[in-house]
C-alpha cells in the first residue's frame, strides 16, 4: 500500500495529558489556516461515584475558543478500553465530524454480545459521523490527513497522519514502553507486529505522538518520538526484532497484566461514540457483565 505522505506540511500539534488515565490528547491545526481536529478526548468519570464530569475537554475547547479556531474534525485512534471519549460533548460545543476506523462494526459486535445489548443498539458504526478504510484520506482545513489501519491491539485501530505527523494510538508506544497489549478480544499479536510495521514503514523523520505514556522507570511523561527513534531503540520492536519473537513476547507479557481499571465503562461508551448508555427509562445507566471479559 502507498500512503499519500507529504513531509512538507508542518500542523502544529498541542499536547495535553491526562494523569487518570495516562493519556494524551492532541489539537493538531493546519499552519496555513484556523481549522483543526483533536485526536484521541477524554471524558472525565469517578466510577466509585458513577459520576462523569468534563474537566479535560473543557480544556481542549476552551483552547480552541481562545485561538479562535474551526474544529472540523474528532478523531478516535481506536475504540479505547482505559479511558471514556468526550467527542460527543465536544461535537455540541465546537461542532466537527466524528470518525473512526470502519472496523467498529466489529468491536460493536463483539461488545454488543458482552454487554447483552438489544436490538436498539446499532451494530453498523452509525453513531459516528465517518468510517475510515485503509488509506482513506479527509481534510484538516487545507491539510490532508489520511488514515492506516493498524489492527492487533484491537480491530479497529487506526494511525492517522497529518504531513509530517502520525498519531499513533496505541499501535505503539515510547521506545521504552514498547507497544500494546494484544489480548483483548479482537485483538492479535501478530496483527500487531505487521501494523507496527506499517508505521514504521513511514520516513524516518516523521513526528510520532502516542496516546498513553506510563513513565516507564520513573522517567517523565513524554509522548512525542520519531520513526527512526522507534526503529533503533523500541524495546519490543526496534533493532529488528522478528515477528515470532515479538509474537512470544507479547503473548508471555500479556498474560500477566491486569485489566484496565476502566475498561467495563470505555468499552460501553465508546463503542456508541462517547455517548453513555441510557436505561428503559432513558437514565445514563452502565452495565458490569460478570466474568464475561
Known amino acids: ?88 460533548y465536544i461535537q455540541q460545543k465546537l461542532g466537527g465530524k466524528i470518525g473512526v476506523g470502519e472496523k467498529i462494526m466489529v468491536v460493536q459486535e463483539t461488545f454488543g454480545k458482552v454487554f447483552n445489548e438489544g436490538t436498539e443498539f446499532q451494530r453498523d458504526g452509525s453513531q459516528f459521523d465517518a468510517l475510515f478504510k485503509d488509506n482513506d484520506s479527509y481534510m484538516i482545513g487545507t491539510m490532508q490527513a489520511f488514515a492506516i489501519f493498524t489492527p492487533g491491539h484491537t480491530p479497529a485501530c487506526m494511525v492517522h ?79 529488528g526484532k522478528s515477528r515470532e519473537d515479538f509474537i512470544k513476547f507479547r503473548t508471555e507479557r500479556d498474560a500477566q497484566l491486569a485489566l484496565p481499571n476502566l475498561i467495563i465503562p470505555s468499552l460501553q461508551v465508546n463503542m456508541r461514540a462517547g455517548e453513555v448508555p441510557t436505561d428503559a427509562d432513558g437514565n445514563p445507566m452502565l452495565k458490569v457483565p460478570i466474568n464475561a471479559i
Open 161 to 239: 497522519v497529518v504531513g509530517d505527523v502520525a498519531f499513533a494510538g496505541d499501535t505503539l508506544f515510547m521506545p521504552d514502553g514498547g507497544s500494546a497489549r494484544a489480548d483483548f478480544p479482537g485483538g492479535d499479536a501478530g496483527e500487531l507486529y505487521d501494523s507496527i510495521q506499517k508505521v514504521l514503514a513511514l520516513p524516518d523523520e516523521m513526528r510520532l505522538f502516542m496516546c498513553h505514556d506510563y513513565g516507564p522507570n520513573d522517567r517523565a511523561i513524554q509522548w512525542e518520538t520519531t520513526v527512526a527513534e522507534q526503529k533503533a531503540n523500541n524495546i519490543h520492536v526496534g533493532g
Open 1 to 88: 500500500m502507498s500512503y499519500p505522505v507529504n513531509m512538507s506540511i508542518k500542523p502544529e500539534v498541542s499536547a495535553h495529558f491526562d494523569a487518570a488515565t495516562n493519556t494524551i490528547s492532541y489539537i493538531v491545526k493546519d499552519p496555513d489556516s484556523t481549522h483543526c481536529a483533536i485526536i484521541d478526548s477524554v471524558m472525565d468519570i469517578d466510577y466509585a461515584a458513577g459520576r462523569i464530569t468534563h474537566a479535560h475537554a473543557d480544556v481542549l475547547i476552551a483552547e480552541i475558543e481562545e485561538r479562535g479556531l474551526t474544529l472540523d474534525w474528532i478523531i478516535e485512534t481506536h475504540v479505547h478500553a482505559d479511558h471514556l471519549s468526550a467527542a460527543p
